[in-house]
């Protein structure tokens, strides 16, 4: 029987409140993952993976063992095969049952210096997106990056803001796709979203780190409600259709309006 979040109050549930009671998880599971990536590297060192980071929410204070994924990036050259991505990531998988599911992504070299894009994740994600976020990125193992060593360069915050508008709409137009895990393109819709009041707010208030917990509090007045919405969204883990769709018509409606 399917169970509704347990409500203590706003923007609070019974994993919230687990979560916050068991904060040492959250160093355990990168523990893990550190550990698990080492392994990783020294059987694929040889085979073209250059360096391993962390990456996305793992790296952010809004990261949560219990439902979160742990987002690696690969770095790689010429020899890596990019069929081997999704071994790896059921290696981590298996050999590693405590983690929620490890999001394991390669990028070559090449592609973050202007070279051809062979990767799924920089066919989806232009490398000046990527490379936005490079400060934040958590080395693991391997050779250990400075930002110079990439010639592409960042995204502006224009392109960052047009770039999670494509994104949303993307999630939008395949919120039920039956070849992706339950709920997986409203999850992204809901990401693309806070991405999005992000950038914006990068737009307004000038250049600041991302914190998903405090876009509720710090958004321009136009985005504050949409934030509110979001963030509540994501911390009660509203994503089956039925409750979704509660949100939906004001979520889309926020989205049309940042096209102007």
Not at 92 to 121: A, D, H, T, Y
Not at 162 to 188: C, F, M, Q, T, W
Request: with cysteine; glycine share 4%.
């Amino acid at each position: 029987m399917k169970r509704s979040p347990v409500r203590l109050g706003k923007n609070l549930n019974y994993h919230n409140i687990f979560y916050k009671m068991n904060n040492p998880s959250k160093i355990e599971a990168k523990k893990v993952a550190h550990r698990a990536l080492e392994k990783i590297f020294k059987v694929y060192e040889d085979k073209g993976i250059v360096s391993i980071y962390l990456w996305g929410s793992s790296t952010r204070d809004d990261f949560n063992p219990l439902f979160s994924d742990i987002d690696v990036l690969a770095i790689t050259d010429e020899r890596f095969d990019t069929a081997w991505r999704m071994d790896i990531k059921n290696e981590l998988e298996k050999e590693n049952p405590e983690i929620k599911e490890f999001g394991f992504q390669c990028v070559f070299q090449s592609e973050l210096n202007g070279g051809e894009r062979i990767s799924l994740l920089v066919k989806l994600q232009a490398p000046g997106y990527l490379l936005k976020s490079f400060p934040e990125w958590e080395w693991v193992c391997g050779k250990k990056f400075g930002r110079d060593d990439f010639s592409v360069e960042d995204f502006a915050t224009q392109q960052m803001i047009h770039h999670n508008i494509v994104e949303a709409d993307r999630a939008l137009s395949n919120l039920d796709d039956p070849g992706r895990k339950i709920n997986a393109n409203r999850i992204d819709l809901v990401k693309a979203l806070l991405m999005l009041i992000h950038w914006r707010n990068v737009l307004h208030r000038g250049p600041h780190q991302l914190s998903i917990e405090k876009l509720p509090e710090i958004s321009q007045k136009s985005d504050l409600a949409t934030a509110k919405l979001l963030f509540e969204i994501r911390e009660n883990r509203n994503y089956s259709k039925d409750e979704f769709d509660k949100f939906l018509p004001n979520l889309i409606s926020f989205l049309n309006e940042t096209r102007g």
